[in-house]
């Protein structure tokens, strides 16, 4: 890896994220045995991994120019933000569009992070369109500088596509679709957010960062889809990229009497100047918190 690939987010930069991050040791399905009595208790495995929502934004709320530019907007120290909550997450999802858009890496660029602390990076693809064969995601995974993907996926999978995920050690997953779960998906076959989840869970993901792009995040701000987010953390850069780009604006909802009422609103929020840019943690739930 060159040098300038290598991120360095230090020590001093990390505490204002603490209340916003993963447990540490996330409970996985576990089985203890008690010597004293020989009773065996399972825990259950959860439903549902700790799920954050990350990204970065313009001013003008957009996170990219159009959807087939990939455009930075992260400064280095965001950026490097980002690839220690990468560290910190067992998994980092993404939609289709994205992995078409931005051929992305999807690993954690931090010095130090190995082969362990790679998050193992999940693709929605209902319609199995991504060309994972040649995906720098394998790429890496085959160099042994990240996780091979797993794609999930609705429909029949082509052979030679299956047998290349899989000799780099990834997988495709099957779901059913659910037309009607994810309005901003642009396409008829749709998981329910819920199945997803699952999905991971029992697969052994304890955390999930979420990191794109419009359709997946514009979906999980919905209020059906909000109680399943632990956590939100936006870097927003300087800069505005104009009108017509891929921007975050869930769908407007509206009240019993039909006026219009705001998707979702922050709380507990923390707001963390990093370079030029700030980020912006929060959660999502309502209740005392
Ligand atoms: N600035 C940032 O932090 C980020 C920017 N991006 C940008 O976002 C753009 C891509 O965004 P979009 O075009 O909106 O695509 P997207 O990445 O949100 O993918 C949308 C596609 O994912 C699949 N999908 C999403 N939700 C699904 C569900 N519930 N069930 C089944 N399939 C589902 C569908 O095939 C859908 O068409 C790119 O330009 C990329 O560069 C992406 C991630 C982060
Ligand atoms: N945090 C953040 N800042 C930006 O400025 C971005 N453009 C993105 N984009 C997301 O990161 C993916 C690229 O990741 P790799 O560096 O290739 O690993 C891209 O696909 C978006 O998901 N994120």
Redesign the pocket.
């Known amino acids: 890896m060159a040098l300038r690939d290598v991120l360095h987010f230090p020590p001093s930069d990390r505490a204002f994220l603490d209340p916003y991050l993963p447990p540490t040791s996330t409970a996985t399905a576990t089985t203890t045995t008690d010597t004293t009595t020989t009773t065996t208790t399972t825990i259950p495995r959860p439903t549902r991994p700790f799920t954050t929502l990350t990204?970065?934004?313009s001013l003008d709320s957009a996170?990219?120019l159009?959807?087939?530019?990939?455009?930075p907007?992260s400064g280095p120290a965001s950026k490097a933000m980002t690839h220690y909550l990468r560290a910190r997450h067992d998994a980092i999802l993404?939609?289709?569009?994205?992995a078409l858009?931005?051929d992305p890496s999807l690993n954690c660029r931090l010095a130090g992070a190995g082969v362990q602390g790679q998050p193992r990076p999940v693709v929605?693809?209902?319609?199995a369109r991504w060309d994972v064969a040649a995906s720098r995601a394998l790429g890496l995974a085959r160099a042994g500088r990240g996780r091979a993907p797993w794609v999930v996926v609705a429909a029949d999978v082509d052979a030679r596509q299956r047998e290349a995920l899989e000799a780099g050690g990834g997988a495709y997953l099957t779901l059913p679709?659910a037309a009607a779960?994810?309005p901003a998906?642009?396409?008829p076959?749709?998981?329910a957010?819920e199945d997803?989840l699952a999905l991971l869970a029992a697969r052994g993901i304890a955390s999930v960062m979420v990191?794109?792009?419009?359709?997946?995040?514009n979906?999980l701000l919905l209020p059906q889809h909000a109680p399943l987010v632990d956590a939100v953390v936006v870097t927003i850069a300087p800069t505005w990229l104009g009108r017509g780009g891929?921007v975050v604006s869930p769908q407007r909802t509206v009240d019993a009497t039909g006026v219009a009422v705001p998707p979702a609103r922050l709380r507990r929020v923390r707001w963390h100047q990093l370079g030029e840019d700030v980020v912006l943690c929060g959660t999502l739930r309502g209740g005392a918190d």
């Open positions: 990204f970065a934004t996170l990219a159009a959807p087939s530019t990939p455009t907007l993404v939609g289709v569009g994205t858009a931005d929605l693809d209902p319609r679709a779960s994810a998906a642009r396409e076959a749709a998981f957010w997803v990191e794109g792009g419009g359709a997946v995040i979906a891929v």
